[in-house]
C-alpha cells in the first residue's frame, strides 16, 4: 500500500514538471525588436527619392555638355550596367528572377522597343528642359495614362482626379512661360540669342511630348503584356535592358557620329572620367529604383508608397535649382507647387478611389440613346 501510495506521489511529481515544462514551452517569447534602420519606414522611403534624384541629376549631368548628341550609346551603357549589376545580386542571392528564354523573349521584344523610345525622347527632352520644367511635364504622361486605363482597362476617373489633372496642366503651362520669361528676360526680346533660347525651349517641348506619349504607351502596353507573362519587377527590368543593349548597340553604331572629333567633343579630357563615372552611377540608380520601391512597398505599404512618388517630385525638382543653376524666379517657383500640389492631390484621389467601390463617371460611361439601350436589352434576353 505504502508502495502504491509512493508511485502515486512520484507519478504527480512527474506530470507536476511535465506540465510547467509544457507551459514554460508554450510560453510566447518575448517579440524580439527589429532592427530599426531596416524597418524604419523613413529609410526605404528615402533611399527610394534618393535613387530617384540621383538618376535625374546624373543623366542631366552628363546631357547638358555642349553639344552631346552621343544619347544612344548614353542608354547603352545603362542598360549594360544594369543587366550586370542585377545578374551579379542573382548570383549573390541578393534578388531573384527568370531565367532567360526564347519565347518569352519574342514576346517581351515589343515592350523593348517601347521602353527605347521612350527613354531615349526622355533623355533628348533632359537635354533641352531644366530638371524643375522636365519634372513638371511628366505629370502629364499621368493624364495619357489615366484616360488609356479608361479605354483599355475598364478604369475610371473621379471628380477628384480631373482636378489633379486641371492643376497639372496648370502647372505645365506655367513652368513653361517662365522658362520663355526667363529667356526673354534675359537676353532681350529682339536678340539673336533669346531666338536661340526659345528655338532650343521649343525642341525640348517637342521631345516631352512624345516623350509622354511613348511613356504613356509603354506603361500600358507592358501592364497588358505582363497579364500574359506573369511577369515580376525584375524579370521586366531583366527582359527589357537585355533585349534593349543589341538595338541601343545597332542605333549608336550605324546612326551616331563616332568620329575622334566627336568623340572629344562629347567627352572632353578633363571631363570624360568624371562623365564615363556619372553613366555607371545612372545605369545603378535604375536599380536602386526598382528596388527600394519594393522595399518601400514591403516595409510600410502601397499608401506610403504613393504618397513617397508625389513627394518626390518637390526635391527633384528642386535639385535642378541646387546642382545646375535653374532660374529661380516666382512662375518656377509657382509652377513647382503648382506642380508638387497636384501629386500630392492625384495620389489622394487614388486612395480613395482604392478604398470605395468604384463609380463610373460619364467620362467613362457615356449615357446610351434609346436604339443602343433597346437593342442591348434584346441582347440580354
Same mark, same amino acid.
Not at 510566447?28 to 538618376?55: E, F, G
Given at each position: 500500500?505504502?508502495?502504491?501510495?509512493?508511485?502515486?506521489?512520484?507519478?504527480?511529481?512527474?506530470?507536476?514538471?511535465?506540465?510547467?515544462?509544457?507551459?514554460?514551452?508554450?510560453?510566447?517569447?518575448?517579440?524580439?525588436?527589429?532592427?530599426?534602420?531596416?524597418?524604419?519606414?523613413?529609410?526605404?522611403?528615402?533611399?527610394?527619392?534618393?535613387?530617384?534624384?540621383?538618376?535625374?541629376?546624373?543623366?542631366?549631368?552628363?546631357?547638358?555638355?555642349?553639344?552631346?548628341?552621343?544619347?544612344?550609346?548614353?542608354?547603352?551603357?545603362?542598360?549594360?550596367?544594369?543587366?550586370?549589376?542585377?545578374?551579379?545580386?542573382?548570383?549573390?542571392?541578393?534578388?531573384?528572377?527568370?531565367?532567360?528564354?526564347?519565347?518569352?523573349?519574342?514576346?517581351?521584344?515589343?515592350?523593348?522597343? =517601347?521602353?527605347?523610345?521612350?527613354?531615349?525622347?526622355?533623355?533628348?527632352?533632359?537635354?533641352?528642359?531644366?530638371?524643375?520644367?522636365?519634372?513638371?511635364?511628366?505629370?502629364?504622361?499621368?493624364?495619357?495614362?489615366?484616360?488609356? /486605363?479608361?479605354?483599355?482597362?475598364?478604369?475610371?476617373?473621379?471628380?477628384?482626379?480631373?482636378?489633379?489633372?486641371?492643376?497639372?496642366?496648370?502647372?505645365?503651362?506655367?513652368?513653361?512661360?517662365?522658362?520663355?520669361?526667363?529667356?526673354?528676360?534675359?537676353?532681350?526680346?529682339?536678340?539673336? /540669342?533669346?531666338?536661340?533660347?526659345?528655338?532650343?525651349?521649343?525642341?525640348?517641348?517637342?521631345?516631352?511630348?512624345?516623350?509622354?506619349?511613348?511613356?504613356?504607351?509603354?506603361? =500600358?502596353?507592358?501592364?497588358?503584356?505582363?497579364?500574359?507573362?506573369?511577369?515580376?519587377?525584375?524579370?521586366?527590368?531583366?527582359?527589357?535592358?537585355?533585349?534593349?543593349?543589341?538595338?541601343?548597340?545597332?542605333?549608336?553604331?550605324?546612326? /551616331?557620329?563616332?568620329?575622334?572629333?566627336?568623340?572629344?567633343?562629347?567627352?572632353?579630357?578633363? /571631363?570624360?572620367?568624371?562623365?564615363?563615372?556619372?553613366?555607371?552611377?545612372?545605369?545603378?540608380?535604375?536599380?536602386?529604383?526598382?528596388?527600394?520601391?519594393?522595399?518601400?512597398?514591403?516595409?510600410?505599404?502601397?499608401?506610403?508608397?504613393?504618397?513617397?512618388?508625389?513627394?518626390?517630385?518637390?526635391?527633384?525638382?528642386?535639385?535642378?535649382?541646387?546642382?545646375?543653376?535653374?532660374?529661380?524666379? =516666382?512662375?518656377?517657383?509657382?509652377?513647382?507647387?503648382?506642380?508638387?500640389?497636384?501629386?500630392?492631390?492625384?495620389?489622394?484621389?487614388?486612395?480613395?478611389?482604392?478604398?470605395?467601390?468604384?463609380?463610373?463617371?460619364?467620362?467613362?460611361?457615356?449615357?446610351?440613346?434609346?436604339?443602343?439601350?433597346?437593342?442591348?436589352?434584346?441582347?440580354?434576353?
Amino acid at each position: 500500500m505504502e508502495e502504491d501510495d509512493k508511485k502515486r506521489d512520484n507519478y504527480k511529481m512527474e506530470m507536476g514538471s511535465a506540465d510547467r515544462e509544457a507551459k514554460a514551452f508554450d510560453r510566447p517569447q518575448p517579440p524580439q525588436k527589429p532592427r530599426a534602420t531596416v524597418n524604419s519606414p523613413a529609410v526605404p522611403v528615402l533611399s527610394y527619392c534618393a535613387s530617384s534624384i540621383l538618376m535625374t541629376v546624373t543623366n542631366k549631368f552628363v546631357l547638358s555638355g555642349l553639344g552631346f548628341n552621343l544619347n544612344f550609346f548614353l542608354l547603352l551603357i545603362q542598360s549594360f550596367v544594369c543587366i550586370v549589376a542585377i545578374q551579379t545580386c542573382k548570383s549573390l542571392g541578393v534578388i531573384t528572377y527568370r531565367d532567360f528564354k526564347s519565347d518569352e523573349a519574342k514576346k517581351w521584344f515589343p515592350i523593348s522597343l =517601347l521602353l527605347i523610345g521612350m527613354i531615349y525622347t526622355g533623355s533628348k527632352a533632359l537635354q533641352f528642359l531644366s530638371i524643375p520644367v522636365y519634372t513638371i511635364f511628366k505629370n502629364l504622361t499621368i493624364i495619357l495614362i489615366a484616360y488609356g /486605363e479608361v479605354l483599355w482597362f475598364g478604369g475610371s476617373v473621379t471628380g477628384l482626379t480631373l482636378v489633379s489633372f486641371g492643376l497639372m496642366v496648370m502647372s505645365s503651362v506655367i513652368a513653361a512661360w517662365a522658362d520663355i520669361k526667363h529667356a526673354l528676360d534675359s537676353h532681350g526680346t529682339a536678340s539673336h /540669342e533669346a531666338a536661340t533660347r526659345i528655338s532650343t525651349l521649343n525642341s525640348g517641348y517637342i521631345w516631352m511630348l512624345v516623350n509622354c506619349l511613348c511613356n504613356a504607351t509603354f506603361v =500600358l502596353g507592358m501592364r497588358k503584356r505582363i497579364k500574359l507573362t506573369n511577369f515580376k519587377d525584375f524579370d521586366t527590368m531583366f527582359y527589357n535592358n537585355l533585349l534593349s543593349i543589341p538595338i541601343l548597340l545597332f542605333c549608336s553604331v550605324f546612326l /551616331e557620329d563616332w568620329s575622334a572629333e566627336n568623340i572629344n567633343k562629347n567627352f572632353p579630357p578633363a /571631363e570624360r572620367n568624371r562623365l564615363i563615372v556619372a553613366m555607371v552611377i545612372s545605369g545603378l540608380s535604375s536599380v536602386f529604383i526598382s528596388y527600394t520601391s519594393a522595399w518601400c512597398v514591403r516595409v510600410t505599404s502601397s499608401t506610403t508608397y504613393s504618397m513617397a512618388g508625389a513627394l518626390n517630385k518637390l526635391p527633384m525638382a528642386l535639385s535642378g535649382l541646387l546642382f545646375f543653376g535653374d532660374p529661380v524666379t =516666382l512662375p518656377s517657383v509657382s509652377a513647382i507647387a503648382v506642380g508638387f500640389i497636384s501629386g500630392i492631390m492625384y495620389a489622394w484621389a487614388k486612395l480613395k478611389q482604392a478604398s470605395k467601390p468604384r463609380t463610373v463617371l460619364p467620362t467613362t460611361n457615356p449615357p446610351m440613346s434609346a436604339s443602343a439601350q433597346s437593342m442591348r436589352d434584346s441582347l440580354k434576353s
